[in-house]
């Protein structure tokens, strides 16, 4: 291991080397931006962009008061989001500050790994400047500030939530060295992006990737096909996962404290070793150690998924 890299498991103030060896995507860096990917400021929005976000944020009101887990619904409100147009994050980063100290930076596209986890581990959360066209209402490959703004940043307004996406993103130098980003990307994508809670009211989402569209909070808790299972982070490491498509598993913690537990109290480098490279299990699999809750009939993904035009049921 070199210096730079036994350096930047405790030092988090400046963006380390990412060291030889470790796959790093070959992402195309815009003039504009420095080594931090860091757009110079906002983008202002026109004034049919600012009505794009109002349709969104009108469509999922519909659907997630009783769907939404009620961490994000209050974060919505405190942060008051659905005040008109696509919010500014200098107000928003003041807010988000004095409630659990994060902030919100403005980036112009996704940005290498090991520079997105820098900032989370320094408390700012990445956001995307450009927003969707309608062409794109429904669904968009690239995050935009809609599903970065509207899905992440509510949840970063609960205390113990924003503490364990500042540990995701400490974790993150730990997987790159490991070259175990894969196995990370796993958890996040079950938690941060596709997450459900079990709340005394029944099954909640809190995954911004569900909380952000149209069609997936109520497939997500109602549809038969997906499976619903017990977080357990060792199992979901070792799982693969689709990303352009309604998920065939959702894994269902009890609480935040569990999540931020599970994960911190965890010891990686002996997790890493253990794990062999790319996925042991596949993202439709029901394995003996799972607590089931709900055993999917796999109906949609057997029909074709995405494409097929067959129905989430
Ligand atoms: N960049 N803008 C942006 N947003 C992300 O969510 C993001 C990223 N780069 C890398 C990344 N996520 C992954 O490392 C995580 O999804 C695991
Ligand atoms: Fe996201």
């Known amino acids: 291991m070199s210096e730079t890299a036994a350096l930047a498991e405790t030092d988090f103030a400046r963006l380390p ?9 070959p992402l195309l860096r815009p ?12 983008r202002s929005y026109s004034a049919d962009e600012n009505r794009v976000w109002d349709e969104l944020y009108a469509r999922q009101m519909e659907i997630l008061p009783g769907r939404a887990a009620s961490a994000f619904l209050a974060g919505l409100e405190q942060l008051d989001l659905g005040r008109g147009g696509v919010p500014e994050f200098g107000r928003l980063s003041e807010e988000l500050d004095a409630l659990t100290g994060w902030s919100i ?11 997105f986890f820098w900032h989370l581990a320094n408390r700012r959360f990445p956001a995307g400047n450009f927003i969707r066209s309608r062409e794109e209402f429904d669904y968009i490959r690239e995050p935009d500030v809609f599903h970065d703004v509207f899905g992440h940043v509510p949840m970063l307004a609960d205390p113990v939530y924003a503490d364990y ?6 974790a993150g130098w730990k997987a790159m060295r490991h070259n175990r980003l894969k196995s990370l990307g796993a958890l996040y994508w079950y938690t941060v992006e596709f997450g459900l809670i079990q709340e005394a009211g029944g099954l909640r989402v809190y995954g911004a990737g569900i909380l ?6 109520v497939y997500s808790l109602e549809a038969d096909s997906p499976n619903r299972i017990m977080l357990n982070v060792d199992r979901v490491m070792r799982t693969d996962y689709v990303i352009d498509d309604l998920q065939p598993t959702y894994f269902v ?18 997790l890493y070793r253990s794990l062999s490279p790319g996925f042991t299990y596949a993202n439709t699999a029901v394995i003996d150690i799972d607590d089931v809750l709900h055993r999917g009939s796999q109906e949609y993904a057997l029909r074709g998924g995405r494409g097929s035009g067959a129905a989430p049921v």
């Open 17 to 25: 080397d990412i060291g030889h060896g470790v796959f790093a995507a």
């Open 31 to 42: 003039a504009q931006v420095g080594e931090d990917w860091l757009e110079p400021a906002q």
């Open 105 to 115: 930076v403005p980036v112009p596209m996704l940005i290498p790994d090991h520079v």
């Open 165 to 170: 996406m500042q540990e995701y993103g400490r």
């Open 212 to 217: 952000s569209g149209p069609a997936e909070a």
């Open 253 to 270: 913690i009890e609480s935040f404290q569990q999540l931020y537990h599970d994960t911190v109290d965890r010891d990686f480098d002996r």
